[in-house]
């Protein structure tokens, strides 16, 4: 069966970036859509660095990720860390399978026993990381589900079934 | 299908070496070899025909056998300085 890629979530542009660089990104990734459908490419992101201080060890990765949907349509959504709070938005995808909801969230250098992962209704919350790494996304999945979500970590990539209510 | 970088490198310059974290979620730790040319860095993930190459410049010249050590999807790069 044909996996079918559902919405991850709205795009939130929250960095604490300056405007103009974010506007600057957007024109960015206007080209980049354009070039993504003239090359008939599905999937791609766009990364930078923030400066948070001066200090090296401080500098942050955003960036936007652009995914070609199944009705033609790209769907933009954030990732990377998010200053105020030094949490970082993880790579997320949501699948829709026939009995279940498939979610990978890209979480690299937390250990498993830090990853929590919690479902309210259609919300799913994932958390996970110490100190200075640390990862939380909330997703809407808009698809009715039942009990408890399995978990698997693995290589820093974290797999999250649900079945659908 | 996803290009670009879409995980973060960062280059570390201590005083006797060059440290470079890579994230690389999802990959698995035999897939991955670590060559130094000149004052680049390749690192090659994946195998058959997923092979992904990143190129780093490190811009400092180095010198001996990388140290890597991988865990939870980040690989840390150890370079001492020439």
């Known amino acids: ?165 | 299908m996803r290009f670009g970088f879409h995980s973060g490198v960062d280059i570390f310059n201590e005083a006797d070496r060059l440290q470079v974290i890579a994230e690389m979620p999802g990959v698995k730790e035999d897939e991955i070899s670590v060559v130094v040319q000149g004052l680049t860095l390749n690192i090659d993930t994946g195998e058959g025909e997923r092979k992904v190459r990143q190129s780093i410049n490190l811009g400092i010249p180095v010198k001996g056998i990388p140290r890597t050590h991988y865990r939870n999807g980040i690989l840390e790069i150890n370079l001492p300085k020439a």
């Open chain 1, 1 to 165: 069966m044909e996996r079918k890629k559902v919405k991850p979530d709205q795009p939130v542009l929250d960095f604490g970036l300056s405007f103009g660089g974010i506007l600057n990104e957007l024109g960015n990734i206007t080209q980049d859509i354009t070039r993504m459908v003239e090359e008939g490419k599905t999937e791609m992101s766009r990364t930078g660095e923030i400066s948070f201080d001066k200090l090296q060890k401080r500098k942050g990765m955003y960036g936007i990720s652009v995914r070609m949907g199944g009705d033609g349509m790209p769907k933009i959504d954030t990732f990377g860390r998010r200053p105020k709070d030094d949490t970082r938005e993880p790579i997320v995808d949501v699948f829709e399978e026939e009995k279940r909801v498939q979610v990978i969230a890209e979480l690299p250098g937390v250990d498993e026993k830090e990853v929590s992962v919690a479902l309210k209704g259609t919300t799913l919350t994932i958390k996970a990381g110490k100190g200075e790494r640390k990862y939380k996304k909330e997703i809407e999945l808009e698809i009715p589900v039942k009990g408890e979500p399995k978990t698997q970590y693995k290589n820093g990539i974290l797999e999250i079934n649900i079945e659908k209510g």
